[in-house]
């Protein structure tokens, strides 16, 4: 409170100083810039085309500034491969790469999973759920480093601002936000300008004008923009942007079935081995890959506004949700099934909108995980040609009955039925009564 207090006072004192030479540079035509003048910022950084480019540009815009150049690992490959290096070369005064694959796996994609949340009916969320975690640990660098600012490379069109910022604000709200793209004096247009100002400062990047797909990669899955993906009446191009999965003309013709195992609605092991989850994710996305397992193809509805089209592989994910789909289907009653999957809809929403951190998200999460509980056993899933498809699971807390369900009468009063028919349809039929009594009068 005193820290507020000494602010307000020193505010106080400020504001007829700055109005006067708000008045004077008004009256010789300065343009003054609101953008706040940070003194050290985390950048997330991916050294991709916009986070590569934005380095140097910040230097530039804000003379002085010290730049950390904050980059996760999250099971991007190789894409990560000399980073250090290229970030202190593009600008950057630190760098911090931090191993979250783990993390990521357990406690964004896991509790994602259990959910069952699917945004638009077919997209598994690999971009969304990565980017609170990344702003989360940006907040703590940036209160390890003692920076005043946090920054992203994200557009102003695209649903990635929402999310960084949000988790910012949630988390941090008195650290600056730094996002160029938002900036009017920020020149790079377009991914072609940002390419001629990346070749102009020699910096290398993993584009060019004639191969401009935007890729988001990371343990979870990998997607693709730009090119011809942009025209929702064209094919992607497949052998050009498919990188973790095979395009199906490749995928083996024989099917391969493969063994999940679950406790408590988390995934815990594959075909009889026990994995950390950020190693099983990898292990199923081998496995799937291989098959074609998990491509999907969307156009989808961004938050601010506009449609948008992408492709999307997530091969182990596509697994792993078929598996926990058959597995729910055995252990968790049938009301409670159904009120589950109406909020897995508002789940995906949240996430997909950047609100990981919001109250909502994380009260259906405690519901979510009380229906899990019982979400433990083994699924199998047979792979062939892009099909993922779930042929059998058990379960110690199954809630199938074969001898319930089956054609035999034995033991079972077919009379209740007679009567739970009569008062189940009864609403129905008093509506049919009326509804024929007002047409004959």
Known sequence: MRHVQVALKSLRIEIPHATRILRRSTRIGVKLSTQPVPKKIVLAYSGGLDTSVILPWLKERYPGVKLVAFACELGQGDEL?????????????????????????????????????????????????????????????????????????????GNDQVRFELTYMALAPDLKIIAPWKDPSFELRDRESAIDYATKHNIPIPVSKKKIYSQDRNLWHISHEGAEIEHPDSEPNWDACLTMTSPLAKTPDESEVVEV?????????????????????????????????????????????????????TPGGTILYEAHKALEQLCIERDTLHFKQQIALKYAELVYNGQWFHPLRESLQTFIDHTNATVTGVARVRLFKGRAMAIGAKSPHTLYDPQLASFSMEGYDVTAARGFIDLFGLPMKVAQQAKRKTKRS
Request: hydrophobic share 40%.
């Open 81 to 157: 491969s000399g980073i250090e290096k290229k970030a202190y070369a593009s600008g950057a005064d630190e760098v911090i790469v931090a191993d979250l694959k783990k993390e990521f796996a357990e406690q964004y994609c896991f509790p994602m999973l259990r959910a069952h949340a699917i945004y638009e009916q077919d997209y598994l969320l690999g971009t969304s759920i990565a980017r609170p975690l990344i702003a989360a640990k940006q907040v703590e660098a940036a209160r390890a480093t003692g920076a005043d600012a946090v920054g992203h490379g994200a557009t102003g069109k």
């Open 261 to 313: 195992e679950f406790e408590k609605g988390n995934p815990i092991g594959v075909n009889g081995k026990h994995y950390a989850g950020d190693a099983l994710i990898a292990e199923l996305n081998k496995i799937g890959g291989k098959h074609g397992v998990g491509v999907a193809v969307l156009v989808e509805n961004r938050l601010v506004g506009m449609k948008s089209r992408g492709v999307y592989e």
